[in-house]
């Protein structure tokens, strides 16, 4: 089932989202759900509070790019990314590594703006998958840069506040009544 996308502007957006206690029917089909929105929307993650939900739940695939990232490890173990998308991952905790590196993002939620985001280049991220099992993956690339968008979003931050000084002039007219 396709979802309503929320857009910038909700203070859904905004809110610091809950840590998911328990893996009900209901968030399996939340997780589908969500999965099926973002493929619609040719996105590559989307996180809970897009769609109007509160909670700490995301989702990514970037499997489009076979060559986005020059590694994964899960618990350590070197793995094909591929075989790993797409993921839906609860309740994460990140560490963050690796030199800066900047790219150009979008959001689901901010329609028509894209801009250039400096981020860590590595992260560590630690989560519970849909059957309760808990995983840490290693990565970096767009992977890397994906968690750090959708985490984000679990703690009422969009991409918009890391833009530099200089990005944010440069998009100002396309910011024009975003709030
Ligand atoms: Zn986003």
Redesign the pocket.
Known sequence: MLLEIVQVGDPVLREKCAEITEITEEIIALAENMLETMYQAN?V???AP?IGRALRLAVIDVSHDPECVSFMTVNGEEVDMLEYMPLVFLNPVMELSGPRSVET??????RGVRAPVGRPSIVRVKFQELDGSIIEVETDGLLARAFQ??I??LNGV??LDRLSPAAKMAIRKQLKGIG
């Open positions: 996105g993650g989307l996180a897009q993002e979008g959001c689901l939620s901010i968008h959708e984000d979003h969009l991409f």
